[in-house]
């Protein structure tokens, strides 16, 4: 979620409507983007405009059962009358049905949790009998900043008797101490549950007993691994509150995702109603999609080269700020977003020096003061350009601006429409660019606007079952009560296999009351819940012995080898050791003219397939695999042009990794029939491996570095050509199982986006990959069209 959530105010303009320096689009979003495109040249930029209407506004009075404090608290802030999906969640949570509201960015779902969650404190703390149980409520973000803003917007509805506190890793010894003792509204999020509420439950048995709501705010962030994780975490909390007798109802908000019912029911583990209609209202909306043009330098293997999605994006701030338009620009990384900005304050100051102080950069980090004043001078204009990461990182209440501009795909469709809502609140008109980057993905995506703007948004996809996080979570489970067999439901199917194997390798101990933690140390650290799995290896400046970061140990071999240019916060370092029996990488600033790629050998082996589709003859498949990696080398290349300066050979040890992997063979009979010669398999394979992984974040809800892919011309377990697609996380992240489920629609993107590539021999935008281990060699494009061709052609026949 976006800050911007917690503003109630359907009914009244932002403060800064009413015509403020700078403000308003004061064109309708059309005839700014006719302006943007006059510029010459830039026309043919433009691949798709597509116009969303805008949308009236649709209230509901309010429920009878809302509390006469809590709905005055919330008319004397504007709400008039609630909007319809607002009343509908919260009647489903008031009648005790866990609920999850998804629908769009500022469509302040925070009233319809509020409602029942706020009626109930009010009853509770208002009513005389001694015998009744204070009612409680908790609240769970992925981030402190949201969790601090929300407690702003409680602080300043101040109903009288309900207190409110965060409880985070901030939270001094004696704010925790009240917040267990006396608090009725806290503000939490899964590390603190996992960490220190739950481990010490005993303490907090007051508040347990009480609990009647768990509010889970942006659920839509708990995916992958992270996701499994959380959902283990809230069935360890569900469990706890059984305890003590109480059964509290679960509200989730979430972004517009497909399948919302599913994915907030695999998260709390029980049935979940969904509230998708949206009554808020909203402007027309005009999503420009914009590739930028290729320029005269070459890349690897000679391949042509785009101008970068970041100079783009500067262009077009510039000249939106000259407009007076209020912009807020997406770039992926904080060095492209400073970038970003100090582009475009050159740009601008052309033009009017004063301008250029009206563009600042968003750093992650700032204190919540520090956010309110950059969140006031934009909606007073005195600010007209920011220029930020992802959302997440913000937290930050910037909504209601007139233009949203990305440079690159941010991931997801539901990612894509959260930032686009950004512009353009309540009946103001709003511009979204989508800026391409140079890949697969990203290209697809603006020559093929139906797979962005004509298909429902993609699922969030996790695996609850993942034994590499059931596993600790049971022991931490077990820890906090000892675990019976009725409790193997609420865990999953695979629960008392794990419990055994955990017994078996002396975690747990089976007694007559269950099984026990008997162990000394914290079960809860058995489980890292924000890292993928597997140890970290920790980054240290050195020198200083300051240390700026960690890397997952499945991906340190590839990124912090000896020898490795290391970005941390717009900083070049370059490793000097990298020590495997510590777990640490030594690094040293630097400034190289070169950026490194690891070369890497994959050996893929099937350890069990456990689903199969027949595609005519070719087949495909979902099972469990062990990947053997081995880092035998780097190369150095050329900034900006990627010319190959040179390769050093490296000394690191395999590593193996058991996973899950999606994986499709075709047979020598169907080879021969697309006339590729027998040399031609092995790049034609490899190409169709590297573009299936940039295109899956279409359909999982994942990124292309969580996964990764190995191809062949002939594979010894299955006897044939075979393109392997898997999780990069210890025991799978759901993002395999996802492309099995989806096949037919991936792989036809797949196809589509290599054969819809301007290129002639393969490029970034199809099928080169930044990540490759063999340095994007052998690659045949038009073999890859031709292999897909007849993988799909065998689906037709089915
Ligand atoms: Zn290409
Ligand atoms: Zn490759």
New binding site residues.
């Given amino acids: 979620m976006t800050a911007c959530e917690s503003d109630l105010h359907p009914d009244t303009p932002p403060e800064s409507g009413i015509s403020l320096p700078g403000g308003r689009i004061r064109s309708d979003p059309g005839t700014l983007m006719d302006r943007l495109v006059q510029a010459p040249g830039r026309a043919e930029r433009l691949t798709h405009l597509e116009r969303v209407p805008a949308r009236e506004a649709r209230t509901r009075p309010w429920p009878s059962w809302v509390h006469p404090e809590v709905r005055a608290a919330f008319e004397s802030r504007g709400v008039t009358e609630p909007w319809l999906h607002q009343v509908a969640g919260a009647e489903h949570a008031h009648a005790g049905r866990h609920v999850v509201l998804a629908t769009g960015t500022a469509s302040g779902k925070t009233l319809g949790y509020l409602l029942p969650a706020l009626t109930a404190l009010a009853s509770s703390t208002g009513s005389r009998r001694g015998s009744a149980r204070t009612a409680t409520v908790l609240y769970l973000s992925p981030t402190k900043a949201l969790a601090q803003d929300q407690f702003a917007l409680l602080r300043d509805l101040d109903l009288s008797g309900v207190r409110v506190t965060t409880y985070d890793g901030d939270s001094s010894m004696e704010e925790r101490d009240w917040a267990r003792d006396h608090a009725h509204y806290v503000l939490t999020n899964p590390d603190m549950l996992h960490r220190t509420l739950l481990p010490g439950h005993a303490r907090w048995a007051k508040f347990l007993a009480g609990l009647r709501y768990v509010v889970v705010d942006e659920c839509h962030h708990y995916r992958g691994v992270f996701g499994s994780h959380v959902a283990q975490i809230l069935r360890r909390l569900r469990r706890i509150c059984r305890h003590y007798g109480a059964d509290p109802v679960f509200v989730l908000s979430s972004a517009t995702v497909a399948e919302p019912q599913v994915a907030a029911g695999r998260l709390v583990g029980a049935p979940v109603e969904a509230v998708t209609e949206d009554g808020s209202p909203r402007g027309e909306t005009a999503l420009a999609l914009w590739e930028p043009p290729l320029t005269r330098l070459t890349g690897e293997n000679g391949a042509p080269v785009r101008r970068t999605a970041t100079a783009e994006v500067a262009d077009l701030l510039a000249d939106l700020v000259i407009e007076g338009v209020r912009t807020l620009a997406f770039v992926r990384s904080r060095r492209g977003s400073e970038t970003v900005a100090m582009t475009t304050r050159d740009h601008v100051a052309r033009v009017d020096t004063g301008l250029a102080r009206r563009v600042a950069a968003y750093r992650g980090g700032y204190l919540p003061e520090e956010r309110r004043e950059l969140e006031r001078k934009l909606k007073n204009g005195s600010l007209l350009a920011l220029s930020a990461t992802n959302a997440l990182e913000l937290g930050i209440d910037i909504s209601g601006l007139d233009a949203v501009l990305m440079a690159g795909f941010p991931g997801t469709r539901a990612a894509m429409w959260q930032q686009v809502g950004r512009a353009g609140r309540d009946r103001q008109g709003a511009v979204g660019v989508l800026v391409a980057r140079d890949d697969p993905l990203d290209t697809y995506l603006v020559h093929h606007p139906q797979a962005l703007l004509g298909r429902p948004v993609e699922s969030t996809v996790f695996d609850p079952a993942n034994p590499y996080v059931l596993g600790p979570h049971l022991c931490a489970a077990a820890s906090e009560l000892p675990l019976t067999e009725d409790d193997f439901t609420l865990f999953g199917d695979t629960t008392a296999e794990a419990v055994d194997a955990l017994t078996d390798a002396g975690l747990l101990r089976r007694r007559p009351r269950g099984w026990f933690w008997t162990r000394r140390d914290r079960a809860s650290d058995l489980a890292d819940i924000r890292s993928t799995g597997g140890t970290q290896v920790r980054v240290v400046e050195q020198g200083t012995g300051r240390m700026l970061g960690t890397v997952d140990a499945g991906a340190s071999h590839s990124t912090v080898h000896p020898g490795a240019v290391y970005l941390h916060q717009g900083v070049t370092y370059l490793v000097q050791t990298l020590d495997l029996d510590e777990s640490a990488a030594l690094v040293e600033r630097a400034e190289p003219d070169y950026s490194t790629t690891a070369r890497e050998q994959t050996d893929i082996r099937v350890l069990e397939t456990e689903r199969e589709q027949r595609w005519g003859e070719a087949n495909l498949f979902l099972g469990s695999v062990e990947v053997t990696s081995h880092v035998v080398a780097f190369l150095r290349r050329r900034l900006v042009s990627g010319e190959v300066l040179g390769e050093d050979p490296l000394d690191l040890p395999p590593r193996t990794l058991t996973t899950k992997a999606v994986w499709w063979t075709l047979t020598q009979q169907q080879l021969a029939a697309t006339g590729l010669q027998p040399a031609d398999v092995p790049g034609a394979a ?1 190409a169709a ?2 573009a299936s992984i940039g295109l899956l974040p279409l359909i999982a809800t994942c990124d292309r570095w969580d996964i990764g ?1 190995v ?1 062949t011309a002939f594979h010894e377990d299955t006897g044939e050509m075979t393109v392997f697609v898997y999780d990069g996380h210890p025991g799978g992240a759901g993002f395999a199982e996802r492309g099995f489920t989806d096949a037919g629609e991936w792989l036809t993107m797949t196809r589509d986006a290599i054969a819809a590539c301007d290129c002639d021999e393969g490029c970034p935008s199809c099928v080169q ?1 930044p ?4 340095a ?1 060699n052998p ?1 045949d494009k038009r073999g890859a069209v031709a292999v897909l061709d007849a993988l799909l052609a065998g689906r037709m026949l089915e």
């Fill in positions: 490899h491996e590297h892919g191809s990959s990540k490759c281990g063999n994007n690659l």
